[in-house]
T-cell receptor
Framework: KAGVTQTPRYLIKTRGQQVTLSCSPI?????VSWYQQTPGQGLQFLFE???????NKGNFPGRFSGRQFSNSRSEMNVSTLELGDSALYLC???????????FGPGTRLTVL | KNQVEQSPQSLIILEGKNCTLQ??????????LRWYKQDTGRGPVSLTI?????NTKSNGRYTATLDADTKQSSLHITASQLSDSASYIC??????????FGRGTSLIVHP
């Protein structure tokens, strides 16, 4: 089975721009979660989607949004980028959200 | 406040030696606790998952323990190898699915 894939792997944006990150889960997995990882804060939960519905949301501002499509692929959008949004964004998929999560390699976002 | 604290922050050991990483949590209600290994430049990989009723679980050279009364977990690595060099992250999940992550322990294994 193919693993979780994320595109793009690297992104450079400037403050004020917006960005869309994509995640393709493992085939058959219906839950997709997004995480932000920074050296200072570690891994932080952004949100989880299950069957196209946002099931849980972390403590991030409304500039961070996401969606999930009928094929379970998910996108995450960040609007009005700030310098502090520079981070590794990880996506993880699982069958139901409570079982083992499989992480993708991440998208490294740099905001200048 | 729901928190997960890991110690030590970093650890350097010689190849072949054993080591133990600690995780203390205040997350409530408790659903499960996982240990992840994250190699540099890669996403985390699950090593073990433990529920309230489990107090020991092994995965090869990795053994995790859980004391739900004191809210402490440890990850013991036996006969370390160079490939064990990574960040080890403890994650506690509340009943509502939202996970809380520790900052991780950075382990370096020297030959």
């Amino acid at each position: 089975k193919a693993g979780v894939t994320q595109t793009p792997r690297y992104l450079i944006k400037t403050r004020g721009q917006q960005v869309t990150l994509s995640c393709s889960p493992i085939s058959g997995h219906r839950s997709v979660s997004w995480y932000q990882q920074t050296p200072g804060q570690g891994l932080q939960f952004l949100f989880e989607y299950f069957s196209e519905t946002q099931r849980n949301k972390g403590n991030f501002p409304g500039r961070f949004s996401g969606r999930q499509f009928s094929n379970s692929r998910s996108e995450m959008n960040v609007s009005t980028l700030e310098l502090g949004d520079s981070a590794l964004y990880l996506c993880a998929s699982s069958q139901d959200g409570l079982d083992t999560q499989y992480f993708g390699p991440g998208t490294r976002l740099t905001v200048l | 406040k729901n928190q997960v604290e890991q110690s030590p922050q970093s650890l350097i050991i010689l190849e072949g030696k054993n080591c133990t990483l600690q995780c203390n949590y205040t997350v409530s209600p408790f659903s499960n606790l996982r240990w992840y290994k994250q190699d540099t430049g890669r996403g985390p990989v699950s090593l073990t998952i433990m529920t309230f009723s489990e107090n020991t679980k092994s995965n090869g050279r990795y053994t995790a323990t859980l004391d739900a009364d004191t809210k402490q977990s440890s990850l013991h690595i036996t006969a370390s190898q160079l490939s064990d060099s990574a960040s080890y992250i403890c994650v506690v999940r509340r009943g509502s699915y939202i996970p809380t992550f520790g900052r991780g322990t950075s382990l370096i294994v020297h030959p």
